[in-house]
């Protein structure tokens, strides 16, 4: 199936953009895992951080996971917007 996939990014000459978004989302990665497995094991060991942590990490669940992409939007912007009708 991935193979599949990629061959159509191929066909339909999207393999750069899909690149592109490959590598995005394996940045992003790295870097919330590069953030959150060192907070995680200090707030593990300190009870006084993992209090501070804990109303945050609450209210992050509460809110929907969309509202996390306006950061990127600002930072990276929309692109090119077609015009109306």
Do not use: H, K
Request: glycine content about 4%; hydrophobic content about 60%.
């Amino acid at each position: 199936m991935a193979f599949l996939c990629l061959g159509f990014c191929w066909l339909m000459n999207l393999w750069p953009q899909s690149m592109q978004t490959v590598v995005l989302v394996f940045t992003a990665v790295v870097a919330a895992v590069a953030i959150a497995v060192p907070l995680g094991i200090m707030a593990s060991r300190r009870p006084r951080l993992e209090a501070a942590l804990c109303p945050i990490l609450d209210i992050m669940q509460t809110v929907p996971p969309w509202v996390y992409l306006i950061p990127a939007v600002i930072l990276f912007s929309l692109g090119q917007v077609p015009p109306p009708g």
